[in-house]
């Protein structure tokens, strides 16, 4: 099917591909300016339409870099206290060898 869009369903949406607007046969000659030329306004309506797209990509980016800095935060956490853990089950047994060094040292 190779029909022309309408102004609800263009055929594209790149303004680039779109057919330039002819003057209607109703309106009276010379009641407009005469063929102005619309490539500043296509050339911001594409980079705003490319920045939009890109909105999405670019919050899923920073909320993939905030969930990376959690995980890192708390992998740091959790290695911080099984780190402590150690260190007080170390000084458990310190403590208990020389307690039993004490021991032997006075029988």
């Known amino acids: 099917m190779n029909t022309a869009g309408t102004i609800d369903r263009p055929f594209t949406h790149d303004p680039q591909k779109q057919a330039p607007m002819k003057?209607?046969?109703n309106?009276?000659?010379?009641?407009?300016?005469s063929d102005v030329t619309t490539t500043g306004a296509?050339?911001?309506?594409?980079?705003?339409?490319?920045e939009m797209q890109l909105i999405p990509e670019a919050l899923a980016r920073?909320?993939?870099?905030?969930?990376?800095?959690?995980a890192?935060?708390?992998?740091?956490a959790v290695s911080l206290v099984a780190a402590r853990r150690m260190q007080r089950r170390a000084e458990r047994?310190?403590?208990r060898a020389r307690r039993a060094l004490a021991m032997a040292v006075m029988q």
């Open 72 to 76: 890192r935060e708390q992998r740091r």
């Open 42 to 50: 296509n050339d911001s309506r594409q980079n705003r339409t490319r």
């Open 93 to 95: 047994a310190s403590r």
């Open 23 to 25: 003057p209607s046969t």
């Open 62 to 70: 920073a909320h993939m870099h905030d969930r990376l800095h959690e």
């Open 27 to 33: 309106e009276p000659t010379g009641s407009a300016t």
